[in-house]
């Protein structure tokens, strides 16, 4: 079992950054693959990033990549996105996730692969 909470987010201006954290609990953290997710009002959640359990291998959406910056500290067992250049459009809530599949190399980037999720943290950015 895996519990997971974010911190990080808040109201910022267009162009400006935040990091988001996410702490996990229990000793299997550093052998999953974990994620950030983002959901905006009305629309459906997506993927934002992901990080293989190793840190070796990245995943970034196009609306994200160049701008956003995803590691992790397995010693710490934490998670963290660094958002940068950050735009209206990146309003939503994000949401940590943990895919349970134990050493796995590869990135799933669709919501029902990933088992565990955090309770979210509001990012809003204004114009």
């Known amino acids: 079992q895996v519990q997971l909470v974010e911190s990080g987010g808040g109201l910022v201006q267009a162009g400006g950054s935040l990091r988001l954290s996410c702490a996990a609990s229990g000793r299997t953290f550093s052998s999953y693959a974990m994620a950030w997710f983002r959901q905006a009002p009305g629309k459906e959640r997506e993927i934002v990033s992901a990080?293989?359990?190793?840190?070796?291998?990245?995943y970034y959406s196009d609306s994200v990549k160049g701008r956003f910056t995803i590691s992790r500290d397995n010693a710490k067992n934490t998670v963290n996105l660094q958002m940068n250049s950050l735009k209206p459009e990146d309003t939503a809530v994000y949401y940590c996730?943990?895919?349970?599949?134990?050493?796995?190399?590869?990135?799933?980037?669709?919501?029902?692969?990933?088992?565990?999720w955090g309770q979210g943290t509001q990012v809003t950015v204004s114009s």
């Open positions: 996730a943990a895919d349970s599949r134990v050493y796995s190399n590869y990135i799933y980037t669709r919501p029902r692969e990933y088992e565990y």
């Open positions: 990080i293989i359990w190793s840190g070796g291998r990245t």
